[in-house]
């Protein structure tokens, strides 16, 4: 479970540093990282409008960059929904 | 990513399917999964005491079991310590 835990942070890290603040994911950034590492947990993941608004009900402070723990919370509803939670 | 995500999803339900509910962390049921797989991650996670401490501090609706979402914030607090973010 650690190392899993492990790739997530790396994989965020890697794509939230290729522009910008590198401990927080820009619009650009985000649209490569759920394209690239969500297609299939994320609906609509080829479809740039849906991202846009995506990160958009993410951003909670409204700042334009989605920081770790907000993303967090993208992958856990994921998670929970891959998982049948039903949350 | 999503290999990853996938992952945490099928070790809480490994964990979660022992006892009682399949879909929730029992106290036993956290206790067997901080000690085999956050060993590094959780401070104090040879001592029952803290463990018991972590539970109650997660268990938002205070039912005595962790759900997904409830025990997703806990691995997002220690992913974010392992990333160094600083949250």
Not at 13 to 23: E, I, L, N, V
Not at 57 to 84: C, P, R, T, V
Request: charged fraction near 20%; proline fraction near 2%; glycine fraction near 10%.
């Amino acid at each position: 479970m650690e190392s899993a835990i492990g790739v997530l942070v790396s994989q965020f890290k890697a794509y939230a540093g290729s522009d910008g603040s590198s401990d927080t994911l820009s619009r650009d950034e985000f649209h490569r990282l759920v394209t690239s590492e969500l297609p299939t947990f994320v609906k609509n993941a080829a479809d740039p409008a849906a991202i846009d608004q995506l990160m958009s009900s993410l951003d909670k402070n409204n700042d334009g960059e989605l920081n770790f723990m907000e993303f967090w919370q993208l992958i856990g509803h994921l998670a929970s929904k891959h998982g049948g939670f039903g949350q």
